[in-house]
C-alpha cells in the first residue's frame, strides 16, 4: 500500500539488523518507530539548536540542561539527533534495568560532568520531573504567587538529604543516586522518556 514516505523508509537488511540489534526490536517496531520519527523530523534528523530551545521553552530545565541531554543523545557526536540515536535513546528507555536508567539520568544530570550530581543539579532533574510548568505559567501570568515551587523545593530538598546521608557531603555520587532512587516508581517512569 505504501505511499511515497513509506516507500523512501525502506531499510536494506543489513541496515534493518544493526537498528534491531540495538534494543532487540523486531523489524515492526523498527519500521513504527521508523514512521514516527519521520513523522516528527521529516529532514531524518534533529539539530541541537533547535533540540535546546524547543525543550527549553516547552519544559523546564536551563539551555544549558538541554544542550547536556543533546550531547548524551548525540552518540556519535556530529551534533544531530538522527533516527539510529533514537533507537538507542528508546532501548535505554523500555528494554533497561531501573539501574540502567538511572544510571543514563546520573549521566545526563552530571551537568557539570564531574561523577557527582550536586544540588543545583539535582534542582534541575527534580523540577524536571515534577514541577508543573503549565500551571506555574498560568499562576505567574495572573500575578498569584507560585505556592507550589516552594513545596517542591522542600519535597526536593528532603529527598536530595536523604540520598546524601551516608556521606553528607553534600553531593550525589553514582552509587548513592542509583541505589537510592532505583524503587522511586516515578523517578524511573519519568527516565522512560529518554
Ligand atoms: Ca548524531
Ligand atoms: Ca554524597
Known sequence: MGNAKSRELVLSDEQMEELKAIGN??????????????DEYPSGALDKETFVRENS????????????IFDQLDKNGDGYFDFKEYLISLAVGTNSTNEEKLLFAFKVFDIGSDGYIDYYEFSQLYHFIFGNHKENEERAAKNQTVKEDKELDEKC?????????NSQDGKLSMPEFVHGLKNDPVIIAAFTIF
Not at 523546564?60 to 538541554?66: L, N
Not at 530538598?157 to 546521608?165: C, V, Y
Open 25 to 38: 526490536f523486531s523489524e515492526r517496531q523498527v519500521y513504527y518507530y521508523l514512521d514516527s520519527f519521520y
Open 57 to 68: 521553552e516547552a519544559h523546564a530545565g536551563t539551555r544549558q540542561m538541554w544542550s547536556h
Open 157 to 165: 530538598r528532603r529527598l536530595f538529604e536523604k540520598l546524601d546521608a
